[in-house]
């Protein structure tokens, strides 16, 4: 019986030995591999042709932005051509501003009756030292009139009069001479490079009379 006992006992313990591999398995590279292998399945890859680093400046690289102005003739113009933006263009920052009147102005002794009084007014200018200025020969309201200076803005021809007046001369008077430019109302749009070709596209196409500009046009 003891017998009996001992070789169960032993039978056990060869098959406990053969199921942990302890005896009959030829171990594999392959197997030592996989048992050295600590959570595969949590293994990410960051990266596969770059350097993680190259992906994250890519990443993080500004979108290139493109400011767009409209020349609109009037303010009401301006307001449906905002409209049109806004309600297509949202996203795109819009800025709107007056461009005033641009005319030029002169200093000028008005037109004499005759040419006989033309000449005899430049003779007097002449006496008073004065050598800048033209008798107008052209046809129209002007013919002989005296210039005395053109100048671009109102108050360059006031100093002008003024210096005119300390010398002597007492007809001289300031006046527009032209309008080069009528007031006009700058409408600036500001945003992602392709967003504004875009709305540069689609505002032709709803007003095709409107001329773009660059920003900050004067």
């Given at each position: ?75 009401a113009d301006a307001e449906r051509l905002e409209a049109a933006l806004g309600e297509s263009f ?129």
């Amino acid at each position: 019986m003891r017998a009996i006992v001992f070789l169960l006992v032993a039978l056990n313990l060869v098959f406990f030995a053969w199921t942990q591999g302890f005896i009959g398995v030829q171990t594999t590279p392959d197997a030592v591999r996989l048992n050295e292998q600590l959570a595969a399945d949590q293994i990410k890859v960051l990266s596969r042709d770059e350097p993680p680093e190259a992906r994250t400046e890519e990443v993080n690289k500004p979108v290139p932005e493109r400011c767009l102005a409209w020349l609109v003739p009037a303010e009401a113009d301006a307001e449906r051509l905002e409209a049109a933006l806004g309600e297509s263009f949202g996203g795109l920052r819009r800025v709107r501003r007056v461009l005033p009147e641009q005319s030029s102005w002169w200093v000028l002794i008005p037109p004499q009756a005759n040419k006989a009084e033309a000449d005899k007014k430049a003779a007097e200018l002449k006496r008073l030292g004065i050598k800048d200025f033209f008798v107008v020969q052209e046809a129209g309201a002007n013919r002989l009139a005296i210039s005395l200076g053109v100048f671009s803005s109102e108050q360059a021809a006031e100093e002008r009069l003024e210096d005119l007046r300390g010398q002597g001369v007492r007809s001289a008077k300031v006046a527009r001479r032209a309008v080069l430019r009528a007031e006009q109302v700058l409408l600036e749009a500001t945003g992602p490079e392709t967003r504004v070709s875009e709305a540069k596209d689609a505002m032709s196409q709803q007003f095709p009379d409107m001329k773009t500009a660059a920003c900050g046009n004067s």
